[in-house]
């Protein structure tokens, strides 16, 4: 029986991305990147900060697939609603996931007003997204597959011909590390338990 949604196929980016433009002397400079965790959100708004420590602001955004669902968004000291709840609505209305933006603000000495803030800082957000480009992505688990050296070749067998991206790690016994689609895991793993009668350790 398959949990409600866990299979569900969502979109997200292809990759990461930047795109920069200005408005009246201010450099905007949008940042934009897949990931697969609040943790790995935080840490990619914390690169771009480290990027860029000289910039006036450097607005995050990001939702991310947890338990509960993460959305989250600052204005890094701009006025209020007026920078992340904006970049964040251009997320939500791409449905996009698993995916986080920062724009990088240089001040050029006019100030923009909520409006010209809200329009730079959405656009920032679309350029980045536009370059990052999406796809669609099915939630995936990764797990350890621990084998003797007879079997690591019937483990590799199974898992090439159910084309899941693995990595394997040759010590004293055989690790194949597997990621894998959530809706296909149980099966894939039955198939490794099959194949190998039992031996192979999950």
């Known amino acids: 029986m398959s949990d409600d949604g866990a299979d569900d196929a969502y979109l997200t980016l292809a990759d990461r991305a930047s795109a920069r433009f200005a408005v009246q002397g201010s450099e905007f400079i949008g940042h934009a990147a897949p990931v697969e965790s609040v943790d790995a959100a935080e840490a990619f708004v914390e690169s771009v900060e480290a990027e860029y420590p000289d910039a006036t602001h450097n607005v995050p955004a990001y939702r991310v697939r947890a ?5 989250y968004s600052s204005d890094d000291g701009e006025p209020s ?15 996009l996931e698993n995916v986080a933006v920062v724009v990088t603000r240089y001040y050029g000495g006019t100030n923009l ?13 679309k350029d980045a997204v536009d370059a990052a480009g999406t796809v669609e992505e099915r939630p ?4 350890a597959a621990t084998v003797d050296y007879d079997d690591s070749g019937t483990v590799r067998g199974v898992l090439e011909s159910e084309a899941v991206e693995f990595d394997a790690d040759y010590g004293e016994r055989v690790t194949f590390e597997v990621r894998v689609p959530v809706a296909d895991a149980d099966a894939v793993r039955d198939r490794l338990r099959s194949a190998t009668s039992g031996r192979v350790e999950l």
């Open 81 to 95: 609603g007026s920078a992340g709840k904006p970049m964040l609505s251009v997320l939500q209305g791409r449905d």
């Open 113 to 125: 007003g909520v409006g010209g803030l809200v329009r730079a800082y959405s656009q920032a957000t």
């Open 67 to 71: 338990d509960p669902f993460r959305e």
């Open 140 to 143: 995936h688990e990764r797990f």
